[in-house]
């Protein structure tokens, strides 16, 4: 089946940090993947995304790699600012339909 | 200038109840959506909708019913609200059928008491 995985929150780092939120994923095929953003108050919106092996997604300063070998898509940046706080959502697109992560809450402190 | 709106953004009702979610797109996309967002927060497709035709049904009750009175619109009926109904309901519209370019409305946060 299809499924994603991502570690569970809050996420709380300082300004400036390094962010790792991790994403794993199971799929039959070969699916696109995504991360979406949702800030308070507002619907997800799509931060990035790879649609094969290798690829490297990026916005924002934030970045992704489709690594098919180990099913992942860990999303990274390397210096984070308070208006990243928001909860950040994996998902895989196959077969014409959007599999979700639980989505990880990242808190940024000043 | 929303692009995807819903209305209501909180709903608080009693058991038994019948109620409705509407959502409106001003995008002009051909393709509408419904997703639920359970209580482990993971958002699942429900319907989906295409000029106004039914695509996707997922293993929904047919206590859920949408409706499509035109491109712009796909509101959410639920009859005889169930405690396990109590979720966060995601709209979302593409500019045509199996996208993968979605855009997301800010949902509707429904509590069944």
């Known amino acids: 089946g299809n499924s994603v995985t991502q570690m569970e929150g809050p996420v709380t780092l300082s300004e400036e940090a390094f962010l790792t939120i991790n994403c794993t994923y199971t799929?039959?095929?070969?699916?696109?993947l995504f991360w979406y953003v949702q800030y308070p108050g507002e619907g997800l919106q799509l931060l990035l995304k790879?649609?094969?092996?290798?690829d490297k997604g990026s916005n924002k300063g934030f970045e992704a790699t489709y690594r098919k070998e180990t099913t992942s898509f860990h999303l990274e940046k390397g210096s984070v600012q308070v208006s990243d706080s928001a909860v950040y959502f994996c998902?895989?697109?196959?077969?014409?339909?959007?599999?979700f992560g639980s989505g990880t809450k990242l808190n940024v402190k000043p | 200038d929303t692009a995807v709106s819903q209305t209501p953004k909180y709903l608080v009702t009693q058991m038994g109840n019948d109620k409705s979610i509407k959502c409106e797109q001003n995008?002009?996309?051909?393709?509408m959506y419904w997703y639920k967002q359970d209580s482990k927060k993971f958002l699942k497709i429900m319907f989906s909708?295409?000029?106004?035709?039914?695509?996707i049904n997922e293993t929904v009750p047919n206590r859920f019913s949408p409706k499509s009175p035109d491109k712009a619109h796909l509101n959410l009926h639920i009859n005889s609200l169930e405690l396990g109904d109590s979720a966060v309901y995601f709209c979302?519209?593409?500019?045509?059928?199996?996208?993968?370019?979605?855009?997301f409305g800010p949902g509707t946060r429904l509590l069944v008491l």
């Open positions: 979302a519209s593409s500019q045509r059928e199996a996208s993968e370019t979605q855009y």
């Open positions: 799929a039959t095929g070969y699916p696109s």
């Open positions: 790879a649609t094969k092996a290798d």
């Open positions: 998902a895989i697109y196959n077969f014409n339909k959007f599999y």
């Open positions: 995008l002009g996309h051909d393709t």
């Open positions: 909708y295409n000029n106004k035709e039914l695509i």
